[in-house]
Nanobody, 111 residues
Framework: QVQLVESGGGSVQAGGSLRLSCAASGIIFSIYNMRWYRQAPGKQRELVAG???????NYADSVKGRFTISRDNAKNTVYLQMNTLKPEDTAVYYCNAEWYWGQGTQVIVSS
């Protein structure tokens, strides 16, 4: 059974930082491209960042220079370090591994 379990969300003031984690089980983690998506209220889900099995990364323009995605294959975990957070970063953040999704973790950034 495949599971993706996100953690690390919470409430923070603008300018603050959070680090999201996504622990995977039931898959050969090292061969999967991993992605973080987010969905704000009333908006479509959007891609935030991705990291390939060979650790190439890509980012949405809105988070470039502020967010960093990384992975630890030994721990079957992908991370999203979020710095200089803005109120518009408020959303539920989801971990994705191709066909599989986590349950999401809420991030709230107050001004």
């Amino acid at each position: 059974q495949v599971q993706l379990v996100e953690s690390g969300g919470g409430s923070v003031q603008a300018g603050g930082s959070l680090r999201l984690s996504c622990a995977a089980s039931g898959i050969i983690f090292s061969i999967y491209n991993m992605r973080w998506y987010r969905q704000a209220p009333g908006k479509q889900r959007e891609l935030v960042a991705g990291i390939t099995s060979s650790t190439r990364t890509n980012y949405a323009d809105s988070v470039k220079g502020r967010f960093t995605i990384s992975r630890d294959n030994a721990k079957n975990t992908v991370y999203l370090q979020m710095n200089t957070l803005k109120p518009e970063d408020t959303a539920v953040y989801y971990c994705n591994a191709e066909w599989y999704w986590g349950q999401g973790t809420q991030v709230i950034v107050s001004s």
